[in-house]
């Protein structure tokens, strides 16, 4: 009777310890699970509002906007709504920030550098504009109408 009793409590510790494993996989299992639904959801909100800035006003979209920026500052297409959209309200501090920053994330892509050559011409900054039209020059050798503002600009 003594060996059983002394049998017991071995017989107890590999499965404490098997329950123990149990218990962290699936509690690794139903993080896992979490973390997978909320970055769908994540997604799922972002590429909502994308629909909505593409639709609605920029008045109306702009605190989503911003909300999904705080959210993701690295995605492109956030960035470039929120510059364009800026642009059109004639709001040029913020149009300046996200253009940069939409440069930035795509330093290969002509359109946020022609952009902020249009942001400078909007606000009669020529001057400003020359780098800009070189650097678009340097990705569009061809770009006429760049060559044609660095030529007018030479000229003043």
Do not use: C
């Amino acid at each position: 009777m003594t060996s059983s009793a002394v049998d017991a409590p071995a017989r107890s510790g590999p499965r404490l310890v098997l329950w123990g494993v149990a218990g962290v996989v699936l509690g690794m299992a139903v993080l896992a699970l979490f973390l997978a639904w909320r970055s769908w959801q994540e997604r799922n909100e972002l590429d909502s509002i994308l629909t909505a800035a593409g639709q609605e006003p920029f008045d109306a979209i702009e605190p989503r906007l911003r909300q999904a920026y705080q959210r993701h500052v690295e995605v492109v297409p956030v960035v470039r709504f929120l510059a364009l959209g800026y642009f059109k309200a004639r709001r040029f501090e913020e149009t300046e920030l996200f253009l940069n920053r939409w440069s930035d994330l795509s330093p290969r892509d002509p359109e946020p550098i022609r952009e902020r050559i249009n942001l400078w011409k909007a606000q009669q900054k020529t001057a400003q504009a020359v780098p800009d039209a070189e650097r678009l020059l340097q990705l569009q050798p061809d770009d006429l109408i760049t060559r044609q503002f660095l030529a007018q600009a030479a000229l003043f």
